[in-house]
């Protein structure tokens, strides 16, 4: 048989704990004190480096890198969707790419954002809106700049937008945003 190591080593592994505190006996009476104890909370650095693959939406996000707006259009020509799809919805066939930087767009409806995500927390608030193009079926999610969140208006929707694109991408959907046309 073979013989065991007595003991794992123990290691610092990046956090040293001190006097969390715990009864000295195992009395009842001195447990209860254990509902009373606040949560013990751990802070500690954290990294990865995360690979991550845009797949059949690559062409998607190179247009943006290069100042286009791409859709994705069923083979037959009878849908187009203003957001990425690598297969038409209805008969799961592979889409084709087309451009629709130009084509006319409004906004179809929008909100005011007060919070947001760690990325535009310093932007808020903000609006996004839901912009619709000619000849496109589905809306596209993005943010309107070029208003004032504070003056929103009822007035904003079915306005004329155009698409600007970021200077340097960061290939992300946020590389493009609208603004008044």
Request: glycine content about 6%.
């Amino acid at each position: 048989m073979a013989k065991l190591p007595a003991k794992r080593p123990e290691t610092l592994g990046g956090f040293i704990v001190h006097g969390v505190p715990f009864p000295v006996d195992s009395d009842p009476e001195s447990l209860a004190f254990l509902k009373k104890l606040a949560p013990i909370q751990i802070e500690q650095e954290y990294k990865i480096t995360y690979l991550h693959s845009y797949g059949q939406d690559s062409p998607w996000f190179a247009g943006l890198a290069n100042k286009r707006l791409l859709a994705s259009q069923s083979p037959d020509g009878k849908t187009t969707y203003a957001n990425p799809r690598g297969h038409d919805m209805y008969s799961g066939q592979e889409t084709n790419w087309i451009d629709i930087t130009a084509r006319p767009a409004k906004v179809h409806a929008f909100t005011v954002c007060y919070f947001g995500s760690e990325e535009f927390l310093p932007e808020t608030p903000y609006v996004l809106a839901l912009i619709e193009f000619e000849d496109v079926d589905t809306l596209l999610l993005t943010r309107l700049v070029g208003v004032d969140p504070g003056s929103a208006s009822l007035d904003w929707i079915g306005m004329p937008v155009k698409a600007e694109f970021l200077r340097n991408s960061k290939l992300k959907p946020t590389d493009v945003y609208f603004v008044p046309a």
